[in-house]
Nanobody, 118 residues
Framework: QVQLVESGGGLVQPGGSLRLSCAAS????????MGWYRRAPGKQRDLVAF???????YYTGPVKGRFTISRENAKRTVHLQMNDLKPEDTAVYYC????????????WGQGTQVTVSS
């Protein structure tokens, strides 16, 4: 049984920073992709960023240059450093993981709220 446990959400002013973390427990291979989706109020869940087992990285357009994704702990922990946050970044952020042969998330975290407001 794989569990993804997120931490690091909260309330921050525009221009501020937050760091999200997601730790995987259970039988999960280091070859798995890990990444983040987010769901803003009233909107669908959108991909934010992911990182492969060989550290290839993708970012969605609105976060490029502001967010940084990284992995550590034998690739079982993924971080999302979010800088220069904007009100439109307000959302519930979900960690996910899937194997290298899939494009669909297999495992999800419970979600962590990020609110950007003055």
């Amino acid at each position: 049984q794989v569990q993804l446990v997120e931490s690091g959400g909260g309330l921050v002013q525009p221009g501020g920073s937050l760091r999200l973390s997601c730790a995987a427990s259970g039988t999960i291979s280091s070859t798995y992709y890990m990444g983040w989706y987010r769901r803003a109020p009233g909107k669908q869940r959108d991909l934010v960023a992911f990182i492969t087992s060989v550290d290839n990285i993708y970012y969605t357009g609105p976060v490029k240059g502001r967010f940084t994704i990284s992995r550590e702990n034998a690739k079982r922990t993924v971080h999302l450093q979010m800088n220069d946050l904007k009100p439109e970044d307000t959302a519930v952020y979900y960690c996910y993981s899937h194997n290298a042969f899939s494009t669909t998330p297999e495992y999800w975290g419970q979600g962590t709220q990020v609110t950007v407001s003055s």
